[in-house]
């Protein structure tokens, strides 16, 4: 479906948002024989490359070495004290966010993708405004992604974002996280490891609400006894400047001085300014673009992907819809997207991993669930003496014995989650977990071993 056939547009698609899922659709439509524009505000690569999870990983390893340092005392080594320069973690970060910005123009450029600088305004089904340029298109897609919002506090203003965090001039000294979901618990390990006297501020009960309640709690713990202090059932009611700190009002009435303030309390979808409602495109009233199971709008040429759409806010997610739409659109193979067992890892320190059910939904959807459990002391942590203990869980169904979700809070537990979601894609039963042959000595092999 090239040129010829779909004479009087400019492009056959036209993409608003050079992020995981815009990028993606771009590359493979082109492949495709598909004529693509694609029209960028930013830096190439959205939030992931940019602001979202490749530096936060990157933070996540400096972080982290903060424990290597003090482990490797147990097994002999000494180098004196650790110094840690945020500067050189900053310069070094920076460097890499540049050459995977100039990747992205490449395999762009490479696939014949024309990528237009500016911010884009949908004018009409087919219709695209870009730096006082009309551009036509047989379809328009909205990978527009999303932005992290701010309490509406008094003072808000003196608080970062997670945006702000990536180019801090210098580490506080003492920092806030307002927040419970992944990104506060991410940036709580983070700061807390690089040395700043770190806080957490929750108004729930209990961390990561909307993963296994095990997580939250057992990461709750973990990070406590790193020294993170956590202060659940709060909220922070306004922020004032005093000089060169921060007073955060609290709702229970205390205050807390602080150098930094970050909100990490949700994100929403990029559609300001776009022009969507106009073009008659039905928003969700958190603005997000509501399409059905093939990522089509309201209006039928306009369609959307990623976190604008608001399932799952996860770079494979918008990459996995934006390969499901071309395939739609310019290969003539509708394709939908399984949202099911959907592996997920949380760069905390300790890191977690998840796949599948949580036990509260798997007990909402079924009969008979059976939970296997298991926390316990890591090998390494015998002569490093470190006091961090891992946690592994699987949630069963009893009468097919199929493994509906596996959990866990420990070192690594994302790289052994992925492993874990082939086989519950597969319908692993916990019998065949059994059968598995342990590798031996691993904490993953725990999986494979749980009685209790
Ligand atoms: C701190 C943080 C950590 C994260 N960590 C992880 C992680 O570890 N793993 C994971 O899977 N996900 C993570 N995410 C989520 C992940 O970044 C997003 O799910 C993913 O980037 C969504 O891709 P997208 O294509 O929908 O949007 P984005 O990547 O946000 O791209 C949207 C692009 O559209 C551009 N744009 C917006 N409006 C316009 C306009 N009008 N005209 C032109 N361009 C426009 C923006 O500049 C942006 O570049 C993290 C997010 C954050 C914030």
Known sequence: MTGGGMAGYDYDLITIGGGSGGVRASRMSASFGARVALIEAGPLGGTCVNVGCIPKKLFSYAADYAADFNDAGGYGWSAGSAQFDWKTLLVNKDREISR??????????????????????????HTVEVGGR??????????????????????????????????????????VLVGG????????????????????????????????????TVLAEELAQQGVTLLLNETVSALTRDGGKLQVALGSARTLETDLVMFATGRRPNVAGLGLDAAGVALAKNGAVQVDDFYCSSVPSIHAVGDVIDRVQLTPVAIAEAMALVRTLFKGEPAKLDYRNIATAVFSHPHIGTVGLTEAEARG???????????????????????????????????????LGAHMVGAEAGEIIQGIAVALNCGATKAQFDATVGIHPTTAEEFVTLRA
């Open 365 to 403: 959807r079924h009969a008979a669930v059976d939970v296997y459990k298991t926390r316990f002391r890591p090998l390494k942590a015998t002569l490093s003496g470190a006091v961090g203990r891992v946690f592994m869980k699987l949630v069963v169904e009893r009468d097919t014995d199929r493994v």
């Open 181 to 216: 979901g992944y990104i506060a618990v991410e940036f709580a390990s983070i700061f807390n490891g690089l040395g700043v006297e770190t806080t957490l501020v929750h108004r729930g009960e209990r961390l990561l609400r909307g993963f296994d309640d095990d997580l939250g």
């Open 134 to 175: 009309t551009l036509t298109g047989k379809h328009v897609l909205v990978a527009t992604g999303g932005h992290a919002v701010k309490p509406d506090i008094p003072g808000a203003e003196l608080g970062i974002t997670s945006d702000q965090a990536f180019h801090l001039d210098v580490l506080p000294l003492r920092a």
């Open 100 to 125: 995977l910005n100039g990747v992205y123009a490449r395999l762009l450029q490479d696939a014949g993708v024309n990528v237009i600088a500016g911010r884009a305004r949908v004018a009409g089904p």
